[in-house]
């Protein structure tokens, strides 16, 4: 099985830069999706990495290492709209049929 | 309009009775999904089918059975529910190797 930990929560101030880490342990890496979450509706795709290095979207990136089992989710010039859970998720060739296994999330609060 | 729908979005039911939760999606997807979330726990993988002839049991499925009617629609049933389903229960949907658009979700409160 996997073993996905987040920080449960951090605080941020608008306008500044903050990094969100998951560490993971896997037997067949196959791939880590970011995922953003408001309180009580549906998760939404953020970025996927399978590759090492950083994938940029805008204001939001993501970093992988593999041989660390580390990633990053990098949110630039914050906004109140980014107060949500940040949910970290890994692909695992382990499982039967490919599937997902979700860290607990990281629920961010932006602060004026 | 939503690519994945689900209903109802809130329910409350009673210990011991049977509960349905249904959801359908217009984006032509084979790959559907049910998780439930709990506070602290993330979503957690109840059930899983690749099309309508394959279903198969995630990671807490125990309590849980499950319907493909067509290739939009997925349905969980709860045959006897029990206090400790009440969660946040969300439906999902994907292509082989991309990533999963999640229906609403639905909260379900069993007292």
């Known amino acids: 099985g996997q073993n996905i930990d987040q920080p449960t929560e951090m605080t941020a101030t608008e306008g500044a830069i903050v990094q969100i880490n998951c560490t993971y342990q896997t037997s067949g890496f196959n791939g880590l999706f970011w995922y953003q979450q408001h309180a009580g509706e549906a998760p939404t795709f953020l970025s996927y990495?399978?590759?090492?290095g950083l994938e940029e979207k805008g204001r939001f990136s993501s970093f992988l290492s593999r041989s660390k089992g580390y990633s990053y989710l990098l949110l630039k010039e914050l906004q109140m709209k980014d107060s949500a859970s940040y949910l970290c998720a890994v692909r695992d060739r382990a499982n039967a049929g490919n599937m997902l296994t979700f860290g607990g999330g990281t629920r961010l609060m932006v602060k004026p | 309009d939503a690519d994945v729908t689900q209903t109802p979005r809130n329910r409350i039911t009673k210990t011991g009775k049977r509960i349905m939760l249904e959801c359908s999606q217009t984006k032509g997807h084979d790959r559907m999904y049910w998780y439930r979330q709990d506070p602290g726990l993330g979503l957690r993988l109840i059930y899983y089918s690749f099309d309508v002839k394959d279903i198969n049991k995630g990671e807490i499925s125990d309590g849980y059975s499950v319907s493909r009617q067509a290739q939009a629609k997925f349905s969980l049933s709860l045959e006897s529910a029990i206090p400790n389903q009440t969660a946040l229960y969300f439906c999902?949907?994907?292509?082989?190797?991309?990533?999963?658009?999640f229906g609403p979700g639905t909260r379900l409160t069993v007292t």
């Open positions: 999902a949907t994907s292509e082989v190797g991309f990533e999963q658009y």
């Open positions: 990495n399978v590759l090492d």
